[in-house]
C-alpha cells in the first residue's frame, strides 16, 4: 500500500500544481481582454472553474490521506 500512497501523491502533487498553473494562466488572459466584456466573462468563469477543481483536488486529497490514516493506522 505504501507504492500505492506515493502515486497518490505525485497525482495529487501533479494535479494541483497543473490547477495552480492554470489559475495564473487565466489571470493573465484577463488582463490581456479587459477591454472586451465578454470575453472577460469567459475568463472569469474559467477562473471560477478552475478554482473549484483546485478546491475539490485538495478534499480529494484530504479524504484519501485522512482514509489512509484510519485504515493504516500509520
Known amino acids: 500500500m505504501a507504492e500505492y500512497r506515493i502515486v ?5 502533487g501533479f494535479g494541483a500544481l497543473t490547477s495552480v498553473l492554470t489559475f495564473i494562466l487565466h489571470f493573465i ?3 490581456a ?7 472577460r466573462q469567459k475568463v472569469i ?3 471560477l472553474i ?4 483546485t478546491a475539490l ?3 480529494a ?3 484519501l490521506t ?4 484510519i485504515v493504516f493506522l500509520d
Open 57 to 59: 483536488l485538495g478534499g
Open 66 to 69: 485522512l482514509l489512509y490514516s
Open 8 to 12: 497518490l501523491a505525485y497525482i495529487a
Open 33 to 39: 481582454v479587459a477591454d472586451n466584456p465578454q470575453e
Open 29 to 31: 488572459r484577463l488582463g
Open 61 to 63: 486529497t484530504l479524504l
Open 50 to 53: 478552475s478554482a473549484i477543481c
Open 45 to 47: 468563469r474559467g477562473m
